[in-house]
């Protein structure tokens, strides 16, 4: 598959938050159809989809279990900080 076929398929990522483990990880990544199911999933356990492609296309570019860059860390805090808003204003915890 080529990088144009790639960018025009759905792509997604999960990251997941552990104060006592660093920086965010990747803990799933996918295009297409599995791009899809991480987003099905992630609706279904009631976590939050922030859609950013361009954050999503840096974040595709690293591996599994990867923490976050540096480079990364003020657009992930305030990702966090969407996210504990909107949870905040739904009354999930």
């Not at 996918?30 to 939050?48: C, K, S, T």
């Not at 540096?70 to 949870?87: G, H, K, T």
Request: aromatic share 6%.
């Amino acid at each position: 598959m080529n990088d144009s076929d790639r960018q025009s398929r759905r792509q997604a990522v999960a990251l997941a938050y552990q104060e006592a483990k660093g920086a965010p990880r990747v803990v799933a990544q996918g295009y297409g159809e599995l791009a899809e199911r991480i987003v099905e999933e992630a609706r279904r356990q009631g976590v939050f989809v922030h859609d950013a492609p361009e954050l999503v296309g840096l974040l595709m570019q690293l591996d599994l279990d990867e923490e976050i860059p540096p480079r990364l860390y003020q657009v992930i805090a305030e990702l966090l900080v969407w996210v504990r808003e909107m949870a905040g204003d739904s009354g999930q915890p």
